[in-house]
């Protein structure tokens, strides 16, 4: 099956970009998406990309998408303390089942 | 807009006990999803529904098992909780009909099982 891998822990200081990184495995993935969860929340979408995109730019969220490496990135510019909160990668694969999914969420922590 | 909503958020279990963890959606969404978060183990699939009368085996289906009751709603229950289930229960939906298949989620069931 799918496999979704993501680092658990990124701190950076206040005001600087954050990069998020996530492998997968699954080459027929169709959409890749980044999830947001604050401290006792759901989950919230906070962007995707279709797979024939490199790019999409969304207001300070950047996501890259390099196919041929299967890596996925979000990169969030003047990181903000509201910033705070586990980012999951998410894929939904190309393979016809249903549901998406998830990496094991990164741990943004923001330095003051 | 009330979008997905579980109850309970919280509930504490006895070993051997059962109860059902309920998830309705207001979205008309076709597609239904039960997830497990764990600590370091980011979200686990155990059942998904992806039309009314329809259920799916996930990841992880085993000691639970679904009912979509309609398009609305959809349960999970644990007929003898384990102390293994203690965990952070979410209840998804989406709609597979549109090209971005956005999945909406409720807050979370908070359960323990001692």
């Known amino acids: 099956g799918e496999d979704v891998e993501q680092s658990l822990f990124l701190s950076v200081r206040e005001g600087d970009s954050s990069v998020i990184n996530c492998t997968y495995t699954?080459?027929?993935?169709?959409?890749l998406y980044w999830y947001k969860q604050e401290p006792g929340a759901g989950l919230q979408l906070l962007t995707y990309?279709?797979?024939?995109?490199d790019m999409k730019q969304d207001q300070r969220l950047t996501v890259l998408l390099n196919k041929k490496d299967k890596h996925l990135s979000l990169r969030i510019a003047d990181t903000q303390t509201g910033d705070s909160a586990i980012y999951f990668c998410?894929?939904?694969?190309?393979?016809?089942?249903?549901?998406?999914?998830f990496g094991k969420g990164t741990h943004l922590i923001i330095q003051p | 807009n009330a979008g997905v909503t579980q109850t309970p958020k919280f509930q504490v279990l006895k070993t051997g006990q059962s109860m059902t963890l309920q998830c309705a959606q207001d979205?008309?969404?076709?597609?239904m999803y039960w997830y497990r978060q764990d600590p370091g183990m980011g979200l686990r699939l155990i059942y998904y529904?992806?039309?009314?009368?329809?259920?799916d085996k996930g990841e992880v289906p085993n000691g639970y098992n679904v009912s979509r009751l309609n398009k609305r709603e959809f349960s999970l229950r644990l007929e003898s909780a384990a102390p293994s289930q203690t965990s952070v229960y979410f209840c998804?939906?989406?709609?597979?009909?549109?090209?971005?298949?956005?999945?909406?989620f409720g807050q979370g069931t908070r359960l323990t099982v001692v």
């Open positions: 998804a939906s989406s709609d597979r009909r549109f090209a971005v298949t956005e999945a909406f």
């Open positions: 699954d080459s027929s993935s169709t959409y």
């Open positions: 990309i279709f797979s024939n995109m």
């Open positions: 998410a894929i939904l694969g190309g393979g016809g089942a249903d549901g998406l999914t």
């Open positions: 979205m008309n969404h076709n597609s």
């Open positions: 529904s992806a039309s009314e009368g329809t259920t």
